[in-house]
């Protein structure tokens, strides 16, 4: 049989070193199917077959973040709804940065334009959410778009998108262009360019560095792989350094300097070192949320990122180095003067000796039925130092941003910028696909596993054969509120928790993970939770480890504001269902904090 476009795209994405794509049947790339099956014999790629198209698509986004830059994510969808579905993961992996390739069926061309059955245009349809996007409509065209999509992706760390028409994908493959005029001879590979600023802004960045006498540091994921070369800067300037959310797995939380996660579900000692600061040094970092950072006019900054686009737009920068967090940390480290007096320091190890003090005594109060703190804190006391943790978005989030301890080689990410729910679960799964020897474990709230997560047990179940580590764990916080939505209402708003949007349905969930031929695990005391991860760590296939918590635990920022009080206030005295368990709750949590001070 000729080799099929269908075929050749497979076997280009192999060259590029694709291993594996995530995505969905459906008629729209039924050359593709064939072709797939056709493929294992020549090494693949695999097709990871997910319940849902917006699932492959944060896998496909998940691999990306946890494989490194230099690696692509890839998915695949039929034409018209399955097209659809994957842009909630797409537009994940392009706010957050990724390298994804989406490839997508479409009507043979024949049938455009004529109002057809699922005929979308689908070059407007993906056009906000990639960098690079096109339709093959001659064979000789596939080369040179799959050889830019992929290298765009990587370069600029984006979505790319390639439609492919049904009749196209099943025509005879063109390997090499005719040699005619408006031919096109393209080819694989990419190389990470070295992106330096130049000197005199290296120099001018060291100076005011060296004139700072409070100098903080704030982390993001653009600085991973960079975490020798901050332990060195922060050592020299005697900061403290804190991490956004992508960035958490940038430094391990055992360093005494390290101040936690930052913002609304940050930590005390981030709060109070960026009050303080004079002097702020960003680094590949894109946090939003200005009234976390110092006050305008407060501090001096340097910032490093390797985009231009994304700097200087956070915070008023007196020296913006454009490059590579790690190259340019090794250029700015000769030029840096270690300071002597280390009064910032001490001042800084200080508070975050007093945090994790905090932490534990909120973690250990009791709670009806279970402190949900309790859950990320007995974790940190377990956690294999190889281990991987995916969180999704909701109140689950503010106990792994804050309660959880990553070591130095955990990884761990979430959906940082786009924040949505439900990708916490694709994330885990493709992790234990790009990882199978390391375990996984996933933070995802009742919520969010209802909406998408809780099919692709099934999609657990269907590949776990082939992990010799069967340690995959899903830990799902049962509540029966969307409850970081709840607390919003009452802080943000001043409105009681309406249950009619608000309660969610009781749900075996741990049972239902044994019905899908995983282990359940159920934890409902306090108590018991270390022995339980226990259990599930050393499970010998993977886990629905469900713990019933009590909503009533507040995720305490670390500072609250006059109106969040008055809000609040508000929201307590309009008859919120909840009173009595809210302020009893939020006054214990309120407590450890003055005990520790």
């Known amino acids: 049989m000729s080799e099929l476009v269908a075929d050749y795209v497979l076997k280009r994405l192999r060259e590029w070193g694709v291993e594996r794509i995530y995505g969905f049947p459906g008629d729209g790339i039924n050359a593709f199917l064939g072709a797939l099956d056709r493929a ?28 490194g830059p230099d690696s692509i994510g890839v998915c695949m969808a039929t034409s018209g709804p399955g097209a659809v579905h994957l842009l909630n993961g797409l537009y994940d992996a392009k706010l957050d ?40 409509t001659e064979p000789a065209q596939m080369r040179h778009l ?20 049904n009749d196209v994908a099943e025509m005879k493959a063109v390997e090499s262009p005719p040699r005619e005029h408006g031919s096109v001879y393209s080819s694989i590979g990419y190389n990470r360019p070295r992106v330096l600023p130049q000197e005199s802004d290296i120099q001018h960045a060291a100076e005011i560095l060296n004139e700072g006498e409070k100098v903080a ?47 609304l579900l940050g930590t005390i000692p981030s709060h109070d070192m960026m009050g303080d600061c004079d002097t702020l040094l960003m680094i590949g970092t894109s946090f939003p949320y200005a009234e976390f950072l110092p006050k305008e006019g407060q501090a001096k900054c340097v910032e490093i990122d390797l985009q231009a686009s994304m700097i200087a737009i956070r915070y008023p920068v007196n020296a913006q180095l454009i490059g590579d967090a ?37 973690a250990l109060e009791d709670a009806n039925p279970m402190n949900p703190q309790r859950v990320a804190h007995e974790l940190s006391n377990v956690l294999p130092d190889d281990a991987i943790i995916t969180a999704d978005s909701g109140s689950s989030t503010n106990w792994y941003a804050r309660q959880v301890k990553l070591k130095k080689g955990n990884l761990g990410s979430l959906s940082g910028t786009l924040a949505t729910m439900v990708p916490g679960v694709p994330y885990a799964i493709a992790a234990k696909f790009a990882f199978p020897n390391r375990p996984v474990i996933c933070f995802v709230g009742d919520g ?37 939505v709840t607390w919003e209402q009452r802080v943000m708003e001043g409105d009681p928790k309406y249950p009619g949007t608000q309660w969610i349905p009781d749900f075996e969930y741990a049972k239902y993970g044994e019905l899908c031929g995983l282990k359940g695990i159920f934890c409902d ?61 939020s006054l214990r949590g309120k407590l450890a904090e003055f005990l520790t001070r």
């Not at 990871?48 to 973040?65: D, N, S, T, W």
């Not at 300071?339 to 945090?355: A, H, S």
Request: proline share 5%.
């Open 97 to 136: 940065h990724q390298p994804v390739l989406a490839i997508v069926g479409q009507q043979k061309r024949t049938s455009l334009g004529a109002h057809y059955q699922q005929e979308i245009a689908l070059e407007t349809l993906f056009a906000d959410v990639s960098e690079f996007v096109q339709m093959c």
């Open 448 to 484: 969010a596993f209802q909406m998408l997560g809780m099919n692709e047990m099934l999609t657990v179940k269907r590949y776990m054969d082939r992990w010799d580590d069967k340690r995959l764990i899903f830990c799902v916080f049962n509540n029966q509120d969307l409850n970081q």
């Open 217 to 263: 540091i704030l982390i993001g994921q653009g600085a991973r792989g960079a975490a020798d070369e901050i332990e060195q800067v922060a050592d020299l300037l005697g900061a403290g350094v804190a991490k956004a959310l992508l960035g958490k797995d940038v430094l391990p939380d055992a360093l005494p300097w390290v101040t936690g996660s930052i913002g």
């Open 40 to 67: 294992q014999e020549q090494g693949g790629p695999e097709f990871i077959q997910a319940r849902h198209e917006e699932m492959a698509a944060f896998m496909a986004c998940g691999h990306a973040k946890f494989t």
């Open 326 to 362: 790690k190259e340019t940390l090794k250029a700015l480290i000769p030029h840096l003067i270690r300071k002597e007096d280390r009064g910032w320091r001490e001042e800084i190890e200080q508070g975050v000796t007093r945090w994790w003090e905090i932490v534990e005594k909120r």
């Open 525 to 585: 005391n306090g108590d018991d939770m270390r022995a339980a991860w226990e259990e599930a760590l050393s499970a010998g296939s993977p886990v629905v480890l469900e713990v019933k918590t009590d909503p009533d635990v507040p995720p305490l920022p670390p500072h609250i504001t006059r109106e969040q009080a008055q809000k609040m206030t508000k929201a307590m005295l309009s008859g919120d269902p909840d009173f009595t368990g809210v302020m009893e709750k």
């Open 146 to 165: 799959i050889d830019r999509a992929i290298r765009i992706a990587l370069d600029r760390k984006t979505v790319c998108t390639i439609i492919v028409p």
